[in-house]
């Protein structure tokens, strides 16, 4: 833990004194409400439980005594750990709509304020959800038109990575630029080059959000987000990059609004303002500018940043055990050849392909603790009351590294995914998109570019690694929000 952080905890232990009067007969209630757990300190909670670097893997150890469904206080906030992929499914799956509720996020609420789909609840978060998932159909989610502009963009992909041929560099700007390019023709109706400047700077503004807050000063904030506004570090900058963010969108939206033509939307910016035309912009309104401006972020940042992270991850774990991907590359000569694009339709061809990038998925888990979960209503799980409004916290990387349900869960082994046949193998308990209400609205498209950039690269060139594949070390750079791969450089070669 850095100095800034000792600071931190120094200060908090001077303060304890203050507050404990705070904490009482109403806290002990609520305490004695929730699923047991680690005693915890008065304002520091189980934080020195929890000292480890990688989060989700100190819930898991904690879960090995307290059960699957434990409660463990971050700083003055109690929160109930769902651990395994049985305790996910009962309350995720089987009570979908009392767990549909999203737990604040302090570095999130200070931006959107309760604005957009992500962070959005009750009547506000349902409107504008099945209000996107049509706007996003109309526009080519789930349909063969967004194969295509996918197919489209990794030929401008692989373009990129021709000319790097031979020399080593680093991929994280490329996949950025490539997967970002997807949602914005979604969402703005226009690409991006990959030597645009603009873009690319707020390509790195996204990573850098990303990284931060899947850092310990990420998760500090969320914790103690009145403490950390008056301390120095790098969680200041990820407010300054939500302004320089909300700069371009809200510039794209001016520009659509001067240019469109009301009932005829080219995108989803358009579609939005058609129907802020419809509503009536009163203070309960669900359309409004503000609305907009988040909606936009929250696809722009979850449309481009989960997906990319999982793809730069896979290349580094290609990159580790390359007789993976040879044998991934046999089988894609076997059943496409190397004359067209793989296509979606191949996919039910390759269970060897399927498997390795379900096995990526599961081992890397890019969001490990998921997005926090708020009740909707009061409820029973697991023979414990949990009052409504409980903060949860839904352990996706506990369901992926379950042993009772993958044969071999802590190691990368795409066998977890095939059956004694070698054929793939589905599994209820592999949940990157998050199960029930609350399932990301683009794990369609997640899933088509995942395959198809995949393949497509794969298909055209031979990975190889600065050096040694034994030396690569797959720990994440950081672990919180999101387990953010360590920055890396790779030659590719062509087949």
């Avoid at 790098?234 to 407010?239: G, M, N, S, V």
């Avoid at 001016?254 to 240019?259: E, G």
Wanted: proline residues 7%; positive net charge; glycine residues 8%.
């Amino acid at each position: 833990m850095n100095a800034g952080l000792v600071a931190l905890l120094l200060l908090l232990l001077l303060v304890m004194a203050l507050v404990r009067r705070r904490q009482g007969a109403r806290g002990a209630k609520r305490r004695g409400a929730l699923p047991p757990g680690p005693a915890p300190l008065p304002l520091l909670g189980n934080l020195l439980q929890l000292r480890s670097q990688r989060l989700d893997c100190a819930l898991m150890e904690l879960s090995g005594r307290w059960g699957p469904v434990f409660t463990v206080r971050l700083g003055p906030r109690p929160a109930v750990v769902l651990c395994g992929y049985t305790a996910l499914r009962d309350a995720l799956v089987l009570q979908a709509d009392t767990f549909s509720g999203r737990g604040a996020m302090a570095v999130f609420e200070r931006f959107t304020r309760g604005n957009g789909i992500v962070f959005s609840n009750g009547a506000r978060w349902l409107t504008l959800r099945n209000f996107a998932l049509g706007a996003l159909k109309e526009f080519g989610l789930g349909k063969r038109t967004i194969e295509e502009r996918v197919l489209e963009e990794a030929a401008c992909l692989l373009g990129e990575f021709q000319a790097t041929v031979g020399v080593p560099f680093d991929p994280r700007r490329l996949l950025d630029n490539a997967v970002s390019n997807v949602i914005c023709s979604v969402v703005f109706g226009s690409r991006y080059g990959y030597g645009d400047p603009e873009f690319l700077r707020l390509l790195d503004l996204f990573n850098d959000n990303f990284r931060i807050m899947s850092s310990r000063w990420g998760e500090m904030y969320n914790i103690f987000p009145s403490f950390l506004d008056w301390l120095p570090g790098p969680h200041h900058r990820i407010f300054r990059n939500f302004a320089e963010l909300r700069v371009f969108i809200s510039e794209q939206i001016q520009r659509h609004r001067q240019t469109r033509q009301p009932g005829e939307p080219r995108d989803f910016i358009d579609c939005f303002l058609d129907q802020i035309d419809k509503e009536p912009q009163d203070a309960e309104g669900h359309f409004q500018e503000e609305t907009l401006v988040m909606t936009t972020h929250n696809l722009f940042f979850g449309g481009t940043e989960t997906t990319s992270t999982t793809l730069r991850y896979g290349i580094l774990i290609l990159l580790k055990y390359p007789e993976v991907a040879a044998k991934l590359q046999a089988e894609l000569d076997e059943v496409v050849g190397r004359a067209r694009p793989p296509v979606q339709a191949d996919r039910a061809h390759l269970p060897y392909t399927n498997a390795v990038l379900h096995e990526i998925q599961r081992f890397i888990s890019v969001l490990p603790l998921g997005l926090p979960r708020a009740l909707t209503r009061d409820t029973h799980l697991r023979g414990h009351f949990l009052p409504k409004g409980t903060f949860v916290i839904p352990l996706l990387a506990s369901a992926h590294r379950d042993p009772t349900q993958f044969k071999d869960p802590d190691s990368f082994n795409p066998s977890n995914f095939l059956d004694d046949k070698g054929e793939f193998k589905s599994n209820d308990a592999f949940m990157p998109f998050a199960p029930g209400k609350r399932m990301c609205l683009g794990a369609s498209l997640a899933r088509s570019e995942i395959f198809l950039f995949f393949t497509a690269i794969l298909q055209r060139f031979c990975l190889l690694p600065t050096g040694s594949p034994a030396d690569i070390d797959l720990t994440p750079q950081c672990t919180g929000l999101g387990n953010v791969p360590p920055a890396f450089q790779l030659r590719v070669v062509a087949r």
